[in-house]
């Protein structure tokens, strides 16, 4: 399967515990972007990589949270101290870097925090 | 930044019918509207995109229309089927980040 690929799909936790999520783009991807989704709303962007490059934060993403890609390859989401309002679907997205082109997204990874 | 806004929330057509989403964006640099659709569970897929310096697409019985004065754009399904039923999200983009409407949930009756 040559597509974005996320682990783990599910995470249940307990407040105040840490997470970190995987995302393995499309081989031949150099950006990569990390969005929330919440019940009935569309994909909050959090972050942006272009190779191993964060260019852009959304102001959604708190101290807690921190995204690495170190190699330019894969990338993890990390959420520390977690709360219950971090429950949400985490999606990961690559795309090529000519222009604006084709979000090919991931399954994501759903955080439920008790 | 870029503000989407998407109408309606939710949709419901008979079999048959056509369904039309619309979308509005603030920023007037954003060139490029992509539509993905969202099953159940699923991952978002695109369906249609438009590009700033075009109109209208169209690929079967989905079309999009743009009108750049206005900044809004519109999805339109014609010959509606029971799998058209999804979660449908317009976004708005100027190369790198992109902005998604809230969504609409549009259910086909058989």
């Known amino acids: 399967d040559t597509g974005v690929s996320q682990n783990p799909r599910h995470k249940i936790t307990k407040r105040g515990q840490n997470v970190t999520f995987r995302c393995d783009p499309i081989?031949?991807?150099?950006?990569l972007y990390w969005y929330r989704q919440t019940l009935g709303q569309g994909p909050e962007f959090l972050t942006y990589?272009?190779?191993?490059?964060?260019?852009?934060k959304s102001r959604l993403l708190s101290d807690r949270f921190s995204a690495e890609r170190p190699k330019g390859s894969f990338s993890t989401l990390e959420i520390q101290r977690t709360e219950q309002g971090d429950s949400a679907m985490y999606l990961c997205?690559?795309?090529?870097?000519?222009?604006?082109?084709?979000?090919?997204f991931g399954e994501g990874s759903r955080l439920t925090v008790l | 930044g870029e503000n989407v806004e998407q109408h309606p929330s939710t949709l419901s057509v008979q079999e048959g019918d056509s369904a039309v989403i619309k979308c509005t964006y603030s920023?007037?640099?954003?060139?490029?509207f992509p539509w993905y659709k969202q099953e159940l569970g699923k991952r978002p897929q695109l369906i249609i995109d438009?590009?700033?310096?075009?109109g209208e697409k169209k690929d079967q019985r989905i079309a999009v229309t743009l009108n750049k004065t206005a900044k809004h754009f519109s999805l339109h399904i014609t010959e509606t089927q029971p799998e058209d039923s999804a979660v449908y999200f317009c976004?708005?983009?100027?190369?790198?980040?992109?902005?998604f409407g809230t969504g609409t949930s549009l259910t086909v009756i058989p």
């Open positions: 997205a690559s795309s090529l870097s000519q222009g604006a082109g084709e979000l090919f």
């Open positions: 438009i590009r700033s310096n075009v």
């Open positions: 081989s031949e991807h150099n950006r």
């Open positions: 990589f272009q190779n191993e490059a964060q260019l852009e």
């Open positions: 976004a708005a983009s100027k190369g790198n980040q992109f902005y």
């Open positions: 920023d007037s640099a954003s060139n490029y």
